[in-house]
């Protein structure tokens, strides 16, 4: 079965660079996703990789997927305290015939501090 | 502008009274989804739909039910509402399978 997992809190200062890790466990993921959750928020796209790249550059994000080791991570660069919010790693499987689900790890508070 | 949007945002019921959270997508996607976040345990499906009239059990569909007559609609019914379905209910929409979700804001149903 599907499982991901990331650590609960990162404390980073304004201006450092975050890096995010997660790791997941179905190696049939098509893609991989990071969404970004404010607080009383909804879920909010960040960026996404498909599993047979190893990496991904947006901005100040950067994706990189470790597929032999089943690892995923996602830095920011710059980090500003409007970057203070949870990020959920998720991955995409085929189950169940036609579902196509999203798995999402337990989520990341990212606490940036001035 | 191209959104998933829920209502109502909050609501707070009582046991055993039916409601229903409505979700719309103005995207024409073929893919809907619906969610539940709670705390330590992140987000769990509920139920997808692939297309109008085609729906299916997500994760955890027990006290839930899906209908999907229209393209853009995805409502979440429950019949007889639980304190245990007391929670952070998500709307999702992607063009189709294998590809991003986008979400709604997010419905905050408080069960008593």
């Known amino acids: 079965g599907e499982d991901v997992e990331q650590s609960l809190f990162l404390s980073v200062r304004e201006g450092d660079s975050s890096v995010i890790n997660c790791t997941y466990t179905d190696s049939s993921s098509t893609y991989l996703y990071w969404y970004k959750q404010e607080p009383g928020a909804g879920l909010q796209l960040l960026t996404y990789?498909?599993?047979?790249?190893d990496m991904k550059q947006d901005q100040r994000l950067t994706v990189l997927l470790n597929k032999k080791d089943k690892h995923l991570s996602l830095r920011i660069a710059d980090t500003q305290t409007g970057d203070s919010a949870i990020y959920f790693c998720a991955e995409g499987t085929n189950s169940g015939g036609s579902n196509y689900k999203l798995t999402f790890g337990k989520g990341t508070l990212l606490t940036v501090n001035p | 502008e191209a959104q998933v949007t829920q209502n109502p945002r909050y609501l707070i019921t009582v046991t055993g009274k039916k409601l229903t959270v409505t979700c719309s997508q103005n995207?024409?996607?073929?893919?809907m989804s619906w969610y539940r976040q709670d705390p330590g345990l992140g987000l769990r499906q509920i139920y997808y739909?692939?297309?109008?009239?085609?729906?299916d059990k997500g994760d955890v569909p027990e006290g839930y039910k899906v209908s999907r007559k229209e393209k853009r609609n995805f409502p979440l019914i429950l019949e007889s509402p639980s304190p245990n379905q007391t929670s952070l209910y998500f709307c999702?929409?992607?063009?189709?399978?294998?590809?991003?979700?986008?979400f709604g804001p997010g419905t905050r149903l408080t069960v008593t």
């Open positions: 739909s692939m297309n109008v009239e085609v729906t």
């Open positions: 995207m024409n996607h073929e893919y």
């Open positions: 990789i498909f599993s047979n790249m």
């Open positions: 999702a929409s992607s063009i189709g399978t294998g590809r991003e979700q986008y």
